[in-house]
């Protein structure tokens, strides 16, 4: 598992490069203030998901519809595993 990740972290572009710029971070700290709570669990939340790969797409990045508040817990395992079968 950690050498998959590692090969795939080197290909991976900046997060600045796939859009993680300010206005995603003011959009992030926003809807954790509004949905403080993990969609999945109900643990407090530490980060904003999206629900469906923006991939690029600015829309789908910012959009407040695609997002989910997940704890890291979630986030690190259970997204991961959902996003593997697609």
């Known amino acids: 598992m ?11 572009p900046s ?5 993680y ?3 995603w971070r003011k959009l992030r700290a926003e ?3 509004e ?3 993990c969609a999945f669990c109900g643990a407090p939340a530490e980060h904003v998901d ?6 690029g797409d600015k829309a789908l990045l910012l ?6 508040s997940l704890c890291a ?3 690190n395992s259970i997204k991961q595993r959902m996003e593997e079968r697609c």
Request: aromatic letters at 8%; hydrophobic letters at 20%; a positive charge.
């Open 73 to 75: 817990h979630c986030h």
């Open 21 to 23: 710029n300010g206005e």
């Open 63 to 68: 959009s407040w519809v695609n997002l989910q």
């Open 2 to 12: 950690r050498a998959r990740k590692k090969r795939h972290d080197q290909n991976r």
């Open 31 to 33: 809807f954790l203030r």
């Open 50 to 55: 999206h629900k469906v790969r923006h991939r």
């Open 35 to 37: 949905h403080p709570f």
């Open 15 to 19: 997060s600045s490069a796939r859009g």
